[in-house]
Structures are given as C-alpha cells and as structure tokens.
C-alpha cells in the first residue's frame, strides 16, 4: 500500500505540473493571439490641373485668367473605410486640411481586416456643424475656438467648410489685383466622397497601410458638367447658402483622386 500510495502521489503531481504548465502556456498563446489593430496613413496633396503645385504659385485656369491661391483650407468629418461585410469603419472622426502646408499626413488607428472602398465627408456633417459652441472643445481638436480660427461663422450658420482664396487677372500680362474668395459652408453643402479599391487592401496588426488623396484646385473651377468664371463669380461668402456654393461643393466632390503609396 506504500508504494501503491507513493506512486500515486508522484503521478499527481506530474499531473499538476503538466496542467500548470499547460494553463501557462495557454495564457501565453492567448496573449500572443490578441488582434492589435494596424494604422492607416493617409497623405494629401494639392495639385493644379493634374501637376502637383503649391499655395502661392500663379497659374492659368480653364479661361486663362491668372489666378494665385494664398489660403485653401477644407474640413473633412469623417474618413471611413468598408469592409467585407460592407459596414463602414471610421478611422477619423475629424480634421481640417491646410494645403499651405506641405505634406500632410494623417496616420489613424483602424482594426485588421480587409477594405474594399474609401469614403470621407467634405465638410462637417449636420450633427457636428450647427449649435454648436467651439469653446466646448479642447484646444487641439480642430472644431475648437484656436483650432477653426478663422473657419467658424457662428452657433445657427456652423463653420466654415472650405476656404478658397486668392487673387487673379482677367487677362494674361495684368497684375493680380482681383480678389477670389469662396467661402463654402451650411449644412446642404455637406459632401460625401467615395472611392472603391481596385484592389481590396489588407490592414494587418501593427502595420502601417497608406495612400494618398489628391485634391486638383483647378477642377474647382471646372468639371464634366459644369464651370465657373472666376470674373463673373468671384466671391461667395455662403453662411446663409447660395447656388454658387452649392456648385463649387458639387465640382470639389470630382476633385479629388485616390492613389496608391
């Protein structure tokens, strides 16, 4: 009975240090396991009839009036990407681009998966745009009072969507004294853009996906099924809404182009 009893104690134990150091190894697997989610980068340029260009450059538009653009500034809310199962995912929630800066990029949390299309809003959706005070953000969000300097009119007209402003000759060899001033906004200018993936991208744990968004200024000004001359229509200021604002939004939304990194 004494080695029966002793035999089986020994065999006990191996049994537990084998459990233990499976339970250990189990939890280490689960670890490893985990899904961390990868980042998404996103680089956005500014380009003039298809050449890449720069804040402060004079070129031609469609009329061939010399135009310059000193500031061009656009909110967009949000940046989203779809999945398989075809439900959108946001990945930024806000932001306001300055295309006076040179190489922006923007690099946001999104979950593993795979993405077959792309779409953000250009401006800011009703819910985020009117009755809203700016003081009740903190001031790095782009919606706060030092963050939309100079993009919010007030709590009933909401921000500022797009800024595009400069000067321009109405004819070639003139100087540049004529004011171009769009300023874009209201809950009716609010645009979705959508782009669908030629290629189903792939977001991985702990990795970096990116493209790029491009953005043509001078398709601003001129698209499939509409233009505008800058001399007839050189200014509006649209906190109350206007058809000029509404089509500028309307040829921005064909503006912008995807492109792979």
């Known amino acids: 009975m004494k080695n029966l009893f002793t035999f089986t104690v020994r065999h006990v134990q191996a049994l537990a240090m084998a459990l233990a150091l499976f339970t250990f190894v189990s939890c280490d697997n689960n670890r490893e396991e985990e899904v961390l989610p990868g980042s998404v980068r996103i680089e956005f340029n500014h380009k003039w009839n298809g050449e890449e260009s720069g804040i402060g450059e004079v070129l031609n538009d469609h009329l061939n009036h010399p135009v310059r653009l ?56 009703p819910e985020i745009n009117t009755n809203i005070d700016p003081a009740s953000y903190a001031n790095e969000h782009p919606l706060s009072v030092p963050g939309s300097a100079g993009m919010f009119w007030t709590w009933s007209s909401g921000y500022v969507f797009v800024k595009y402003e400069g000067k321009f000759a109405t004819e070639i060899g003139n100087q540049l004294l004529e004011p171009l001033s769009y300023h874009c906004g209201t809950d009716e200018s609010y645009r979705m853009v959508t782009f669908d993936f030629e290629e189903n991208i792939v977001i991985q744990s702990e990795e970096i996906s990116a493209f790029g968004l491009d953005f043509d200024a001078a398709a601003t000004l001129i698209g499939p099924e509409d233009s505008i001359d800058i001399v007839q229509d050189p200014v509006t200021h649209s906190a109350q809404g206007t058809i000029l604002a509404a089509r500028l939004m309307d040829l921005m939304d064909d503006a912008w182009t995807l492109n792979p990194l």
Do not use: C, K
């Not at 000193?70 to 990945?91: A, T």
């Not at 932001?95 to 006076?100: E, M, Q």
């Open 70 to 125: 000193d500031n061009l500034q656009m909110y967009i809310s949000p940046i989203e990407l779809r999945n398989e199962r075809g439900e959108w995912i946001e990945v930024l929630d806000v932001a306001l681009l300055d295309f006076a800066i040179d190489g922006q990029r923007m690099t946001a949390s999104a979950e593993s998966g795979t993405y077959n299309a792309l779409r953000f809003g250009m401006g800011l959706p």
